[in-house]
């Protein structure tokens, strides 16, 4: 599944660029799963992913928990909590 | 909802006066605005800063905060609600961030400004960062915004208008 993913603040510095088109493999189908994979896929990532638990993620500008299912997202993005306002 | 809604995401500077007029301009039923301005402080946790660099998610952003308004106005009879949220670089003394809500009486105003601001603080997708001496460091998310988004969904609370 050829996916947007896109990631902000500390994620965006740490993966190295502010998003991507990647093929994501049928085994992984939720958000947390998807921060497993990417984890595994280079040292920047496994910098951005190491603590799963404080990253935020939204499918198609919602917000979505780790479990939330990824099928048919057309845009994920992964993000630091909010410290607007 | 009746009135006027706008939500707003900018990087020049806002002028308060001119959002709060808006919202009265032309209309005798509101008898109370309430704004809130969110302004830019010289210091972080105890360090002075040079300037504040806010990162937004385009379109998200809106949306959230489009969405909170929403919320608002079924809770409290509002008459109309403005929010405007700058992004980019910002220096202390410089506004950040304001809302303001028109409703018949002071106390729906009040409310409902407060869970704007309380929910734009821990849902709006906003991030930011600091410039010191010392370089650049991402403000961390604070429990005490968090616990102030709970309180609105604490049983009770949505009745109070």
Known sequence: MRTKLRYFAWVRERVGKPEEDIDIPPGVATVGQLMTWLAARGEEYAHAFDNPRVIRAAIDKTHVNAQAAIKGAGEIAFFPPMTGG | ?161
């Open chain 2, 1 to 161: 909802m009746t009135g006027k809604f706008t939500v707003r995401i900018q990087r020049e500077p806002f002028d308060v006066a001119a959002e709060t007029a808006v919202l009265t301009h032309g209309r005798t039923d509101v008898g109370a605005v309430v704004t809130f301005t969110g302004v830019c402080r010289g210091d972080e946790a105890g360090e002075p800063i040079a300037a504040l660099t806010l990162e937004h998610y385009p379109g998200m952003a809106e949306a959230e905060i489009e969405r909170h308004a929403a919320e608002a106005a079924k809770r409290w009879p509002l008459l109309g609600a403005t929010v405007v949220h700058r992004h980019g670089r910002i220096t202390p003394g410089e506004d950040i961030v304001m809302v303001a809500t028109a409703s018949s009486h002071r106390q729906a105003a009040f409310a409902a400004a407060e869970f704007l601001m309380d929910y734009l603080k821990t849902r709006a997708p906003f991030w930011k960062q600091v410039e010191t001496t010392g370089g650049k460091t991402w403000v961390e998310a604070k429990g005490a915004d968090d616990a102030a988004a709970a309180r609105w969904r604490a049983p009770g609370k949505q009745a109070a208008e």
